[in-house]
């Protein structure tokens, strides 16, 4: 893999119980089956299908928990093309409440906000109380693809290194919890999916002439990543590189290390007992006044 060893490896203030749960100042959170906080062998001692399932579950445990504790939750999702942070995007906010859980993808800037603060437009997107939000890349453009394909100055380039970590401990200061993740994966893999993307209609969307192009600058764009992270990888707001040569496994490990940076406890309402519904002599229009969806699957 391009990305060299030496950052940390993934590790959260929570605590994993023996059932698989976070537990808070060493108590247990929640009753939900799982497993202990040994390593798992995908396909051998668990199937992705399953402990996804299990995992979704805590997330919506932590989404009550975020809602209930007024939490304002940042997670930024980077890394190579093709590298997997739009399918593990989507498998963390899929059962989550989309008022609670917000993704954010932001096109290319406008014209309008070419000439505004740089940091201006991300921060519009940045949650209120109760709120989690995914950036499906983020202000790191600036020191990633705008740098290497020459859609910023040199001086803009050198502000945003400067600007970058203190505008992240600002966050941090007003109470935002900001989680970083690097997605990291080899350009023969990355070779492979671009391939597919090519071979499959449903997915040649997802190639642009940018993505093709990033291929001429391989080295280009791992010597901006490393000194991305020499000046960003801070103490307060680290970078959490996730081995993404495995889609599935790369899904699995963010999702759990994301449980583990937020201590919660389970919140889940009691079920609820549906009512009767109450008839009445109310005589509805007939049906044959309505339009109707051709049903054309049966």
């Known amino acids: 893999m391009e990305e060299h060893k030496k950052h940390r490896q993934a590790s959260g203030n929570g605590t ?38 299990r995992l979704q579950v805590e997330l919506v445990k932590l989404q009550e928990w975020i809602r209930h504790e007024g939490l304002r939750v940042v997670v930024l999702f980077e890394g190579r093309d093709a590298a997997g942070k739009g ?29 505004q603060w740089f940091f201006q437009r991300y921060v519009a997107h940045l ?27 040199e001086r803009e380039y050198l502000e945003f290194m400067q600007s970058c970590p203190e505008f992240e401990r600002m966050l941090v200061r007003s109470g935002i919890v900001l989680i970083k993740y690097w997605f990291s994966v080899s350009d023969e893999e990355q070779e492979r999916r671009f391939q597919a993307r090519m071979d499959k209609p449903t997915k040649r969307w997802k190639l642009s002439p940018m993505d093709l192009e ?24 680290p970078w959490f590189v996730v081995n993404a040569e495995s889609k599935k496994k790369a899904r699995l490990n963010v999702i759990r290390h994301l449980l583990s940076m937020i201590p919660y ?31 054309m699957y049966r």
């Not at 609670?100 to 309008?112: D, G, H, N, S």
């Not at 600058?217 to 307060?236: G, I, L």
């Not at 919140?267 to 509805?284: G, N």
């Not at 044959?288 to 051709?294: G, H, S």
Request: charged letters at 30%; glycine letters at 4%.
């Open 127 to 153: 949650p209120a109380a109760g709120e989690m939000v995914l950036f499906d890349r983020s202000w790191y453009n600036r020191a990633g693809v705008e740098h290497v394909m020459g859609f910023c100055t």
């Open 87 to 115: 399918g593990a995007i989507k498998r963390i906010a899929e059962s989550l409440n989309p008022r609670v859980c917000r993704i954010v993808a932001l096109a290319t800037p406008t014209e309008r906000e070419k000439t």
């Open 265 to 295: 406890r389970d919140l889940t309402p009691q079920p609820l007992k549906l009512p009767p519904i109450m008839k009445s002599r109310y005589v509805r229009p007939p049906m044959d006044e309505q339009n109707f969806v051709p049903e």
């Open 16 to 53: 994993w119980n023996s059932n698989g749960s976070i537990a808070m100042n060493g108590s247990a959170s929640s009753k939900a089956n799982g497993h202990s906080a040994k390593t798992l062998r995908l396909d051998k001692d668990c199937e992705y299908e399953r402990e996804l399932r």
């Open 214 to 237: 990033s291929r001429k600058h391989w080295a280009d764009y791992s010597r901006a990543k490393d000194e991305m992270f020499a000046v960003t990888d801070t103490r307060q707001v």
